[in-house]
Every structure is written in C-alpha cells, then in structure tokens.
C-alpha cells in the first residue's frame, strides 16, 4: 500500500510540474452540470421562447376552472390543496353526463394541440428533450 502511494504521489507531482490542473475532470462535470440543471423557471422561459405549443388542459381541470370560486366559498379558503380535495371528490362523483361537456371540450383542445404539435416539429423546432411535453407548463400567451 505504501508503494503505491508514493508511485501515485510522484506520478501527481510529476503531472502537476509538466502543467496538469488537479480537480480538472470533477471540476468540468460539476460546471457541465450546473448548466444543464438550469432553474425551473429558466426552463419555462426556454419552452416558452421555443414556440412549442403549450399542453392542453383535461377534463378536470377545466372544471376546476370553471368552479373554482365554488370550491373557495365552500371550504373557505383558495389554497390549492384544500381546492383541489374538494373538486376532486366532486369530480369523482359525477355521472359520465355531467362530465361529458368538459371532456368533450378537453378532446377538442387535445386535438388542436396535436395538430400544433405535429407543425411545431415540422418546422424544425422539435428537438427538445423527449420528457418536455410531460410538463403543464409553458407559455402563457398563444
């Protein structure tokens, strides 16, 4: 064990007086790494500035939108995890019918976004990692 670490020792100095930089590699990964990891805000900025077409909202929360208000007066208060237990007990419990109007609205907003989708790479301006269209999130004015 010794041996080896004075070969290793000797070897670094060598390494260092012929101008080698010690921590270079690890030094490399961790700026590599900084700047893909950008923020989430800066990936939102990205997408937003890539012109791809933001996902379409579902069903559920196009009733949640529509009765938001509802939600709030009824538990009293707008934060979001209260809002949201309650709409989805609600939602859970409509029959088809009801829920029929909001998914037919969701199916037609789908169908638009792939339309815009298929356009957005098309045009070249797909290459985006294959995990982006996954998020809800992107631009807010079309």
Known sequence: GKDLSKLYAQKMADFVAAGGVTGKRHAEKAEAKQANSG?????????????????????????LTENREAFEKKAGSKSPP????????????????????????????KAEYQKAMEEWKKNGDGQEEGDEEEEDEGEEDQ
């Open 82 to 109: 209260v809002i949201s237990k309650l709409s989805g007990k609600a939602w859970k419990a409509m029959s088809d019918a009801q829920k029929k109007p909001f998914e037919d609205k969701a199916a037609k907003a």
């Open 39 to 63: 923020s989430k805000k800066a990936k939102k900025e990205a997408r937003a500035a890539s012109g791809q077409p933001k996902r379409p909202p579902s069903g559920y929360f196009l009733y």
